[in-house]
């Protein structure tokens, strides 16, 4: 394999085909492995020229990074690349004990050299902008400061309750962080200012991305930081889009690629593990529309009530054979979230992961699916590795909605390979999202 252009983590499994997409977008050969592959699973793709890595740390402890992100990292560097990126989501929620990104920037500073390590969250495309250190988002059309957005601010696990991402990660590392924010990415003297702040030899340095000029100056500013031993990057896929902006103006990079559209299939099974209102309307829309919603109780892959499930399995199985397409879902909006009764039990969210991972997997292969959905992140990182698959790529990007393309699944069982198959965040695509799928286009 040769040496890629960029090497990255993903923190989740949704945020890792986010990067893939972006990156694919603009003609960037891509593959996403869901765990470092065998000599011959990396020879499929001998040629690709971005390598990723989907991981889970966004649902880990500071202890388990600690146990599994230096041999990953080790692993990474080892591959050459000009950049490597860990990537976490561009809402940035995180929190000391689960999904610390300041422990990760740690463990990544050690082990690419002790150098600064850029920060990009901003991605207009997205729908997210940084400025001055602060993170916005969109919400249904408006625009909020993220310790003020409506979901966001109120995730079940990771609650984003402060905007300034230096102040966000002091509670997560003793690293410092400078800032260069957008006024000085445009300056005239804008080298002048980096080569200040990276002189000072801060831990991370924070490049805001307000806009397309910004994007294009921060990707710019990437490869100088590169080119002084800083070959370590964290952020949202607003990384990607940095580099390639950057990458396109400089003529690294052609035009973008193009893809097949995608024919319609009879039916599709969907399974969620998402709190999100965003799939709330998407399941709500879906049944209005073909779809046959199947509510489960989570709870019952947590204690092992192996009736239940094989009673939602067998429901589910009817529907399909029926002709009619299914979504398993384990929440209907942050209203029905267990977060709290479960947060006492070692590894439940982890569990409903897995099980909706093992329906999903006995209905492919009991139906001969060849579409599939997988809904929510943290879900969507334990579900995925109950399938059998073991690389991504991308089938189809959905521009508008960008961070969730339909992938076409690589697999040594050939069940699931060639498998079509969308994983899809919570806060992600628009309230036709399944239906679309299914109906292609």
């Known amino acids: 394999m040769t040496a890629p252009l960029l090497a990255f983590y993903g923190d989740d499994l949704t945020g890792s085909t986010d990067v893939m997409e972006s990156l694919s977008l603009r003609g960037i050969e891509t593959v996403l492995f869901t765990d470092r592959p065998t000599e011959a699973q990396a020879a499929r793709f001998a040629g690709a020229q971005a390598i990723g890595l989907a991981g889970t740390s966004r649902s880990e402890t500071p202890a388990w990074m600690d146990e599994h992100l230096p041999a990953v990292f080790e692993w990474m560097k ?73 979901v966001m601010s109120r995730h079940p696990v990771t609650p984003m309750r402060e905007a300034d991402l230096a102040l966000h990660l002091a509670a997560q590392t003793s690293l410092a962080v400078a800032l260069l924010d957008h006024l000085a990415l445009t300056a005239e003297d804008a080298d002048a200012q980096a080569d200040a702040i990276l002189a000072a030899d801060p831990g991370l340095v924070l490049i805001d991305v307000l806009n397309g000029q910004t994007q294009e100056a921060a990707g710019r500013q990437l490869e100088r930081l590169r080119e002084a031993g800083c070959r370590f990057t964290v952020g949202s896929s607003g990384v990607e889009y940095a580099l390639t902006a950057h990458w396109s103006k400089t003529g690294r990079i052609g035009a973008p690629a193009e893809f097949a559209q995608l024919a319609p299939v009879e039916r599709i099974s969907v399974v969620s593990g998402s709190c999100s209102p965003t799939t709330e309307r998407q399941i709500r829309h879906a049944g209005a529309n073909g779809f046959e919603p199947i509510d489960f109780d989570p709870r019952a892959f947590v204690t092992g009530d192996t009736a239940a499930v094989e009673a939602v399995g067998s429901r589910a199985e009817a529907a399909l054979r029926a002709g009619r397409s299914v979504i398993v879902h384990t ?111």
């Open 78 to 150: 080892a591959l050459g690349a000009r950049l490597t990126h860990y990537k976490v989501c561009s809402t940035f929620d995180s929190s000391p004990p689960i999904g610390s990104i300041g422990r990760a920037a740690e463990i990544g500073r050690r082990v690419f050299g002790d150098r600064p390590v850029p920060l990009v969250v901003g991605a207009p495309q997205l729908k997210r902008w940084t400025a001055f250190g602060n993170l916005f988002a969109a919400f249904r059309g408006e625009t909020f400061r993220i310790d003020r957005h409506p």
């Open 331 to 441: 929440a209907m909006g942050p209203e029905s979230d267990l977060g709290d009764e479960l947060s006492g039990t070692d590894g439940a969210r982890h569990a409903i992961g897995r099980g909706l991972g093992d329906l999903q997997a006995a209905l492919v292969r009991r139906l001969g699916l060849r579409r599939a959905v997988i809904a929510g992140g943290d879900t969507s990182s334990h579900a995925l590795r109950q399938l059998g698959i073991h690389a991504l790529t991308t089938r189809l990007p959905l521009p508008d909605t960008p961070g969730s393309p339909v992938a076409l699944a690589h697999s040594d069982d050939p069940v699931f390979d060639g498998l079509e198959i969308a994983l899809k965040g919570g806060q992600v695509g628009g309230d036709d999202y399944f239906s679309r799928v299914r109906d292609g286009g």
